[in-house]
Nanobody, 129 residues
């Protein structure tokens, strides 16, 4: 059974940093793309970043480019979202999700929400001005 556990959210002032973690179990990492999605209050869930377990290729949404970075640990059990220079617009619930199969293609396509197979519970990030 695939399980995804997101953690690391919290309250931070504008300009600050946070690192989110997504602990993945029940996956053969090389077969998956794992992504981070954000749902701001009153808005639809949007893709932020994702990483291919097969080759490490990544996608980062243009709106957070050069501020957010996605990576995984050497054991390939945890995917991180490092967030710098946070802004109030970054406030929302952050979810991690996994897609099995063709991870490189999933990343190249931007890891759209509708292709993800498994979702974890979110972690709340609040950025104060």
């Amino acid at each position: 059974e695939v399980q995804l556990q997101a953690s690391g959210g919290g309250l931070v002032q504008a300009g600050g940093s946070l690192r989110l973690s997504c602990a993945a179990s029940g996956v053969t990492f090389e077969d998956y793309a794992i992504g981070w999605f954000r749902q701001a209050p009153g808005k639809e869930r949007e893709g932020i970043a994702c990483i291919s377990g097969s080759d490490g290729s990544t996608y980062v949404n243009y709106s957070v480019k050069d501020r957010f970075y996605i990576s995984h640990d050497n054991a390939k059990t945890t995917v991180y979202l490092q967030m710098y220079r946070l802004q109030p617009d970054d406030t929302g619930v952050y979810y991690c999700a996994a897609r099995k199969g063709r991870p490189q293609a999933a990343v190249m396509g931007g890891c759209k929400r509708n292709i993800m197979d498994n979702w974890g519970k979110g972690t709340l990030v609040t950025v104060s001005s």
